[in-house]
């Protein structure tokens, strides 16, 4: 018995599963950032569907100096396509925080229209940070698909239903419910 179970044991350490670092992929960042002598942490939230939002947190630690932070964002990722927004390099959305003396959260919104990576432009009027981040693609998976497609179908023969039902009682209609069990085997 306890052969078997160094056995395991053994086994689970040689086997064992590779280390996995935590990824932010589709979830929220969270960055700490120095600008001048503001310790500042800035959460972007995920955007849920594009062209959308970003929402940006930003975390003020005590000894923060109150004042104004622009908020912007910029595409970093060359586009093949004119008609898919902005350009790389272009500042697409902006806003204004307002820092309080006391710690505390303060927030904005920003427009993204595209998914790829981006930065996170923070400027205090003296000094700029730019924050890189990746907004993924909005991918619909296969199972979603047919789960889709099942209830437009649905919706559909419904239609037709509904259609068969108030004709039904003129003509050849009739006979089409009655067709999906004719011939009956006994």
Known sequence: MAAAVLCVLGLSVIVGSPARAD??????????????????????????????????????HRGTAAGTLRLGTVPTGASADRAE?????????SAPVELGGAPGSYSAA????????????????????????MVPGQ??????????GGFVTAGVLMLVTL???????????????AGASWPRSR
């Open 110 to 133: 920003l427009n993204i229209d595209r998914a790829g990576p981006w930065e996170l432009v923070v400027d205090d009027g003296s000094r700029t940070a730019r924050i890189p981040f």
């Open 163 to 177: 259609f068969v039902a108030v004709r039904a009682r003129r003509g050849v209609w009739v006979l089409l419910p």
């Open 23 to 60: 990824s932010t992929a589709g979830g929220d960042l969270q960055v700490a950032q120095t600008l001048g002598d503001r310790e500042l942490t800035f959460i972007l939230r995920r955007v849920t569907g594009l062209p959308g939002p970003l929402h940006v947190d930003v975390l003020t």
């Open 139 to 148: 991918v619909t998976s296969p199972p979603e698909l047919a789960v889709f």
């Open 85 to 93: 927004g902005s350009s790389a390099g272009t500042t697409t959305s």
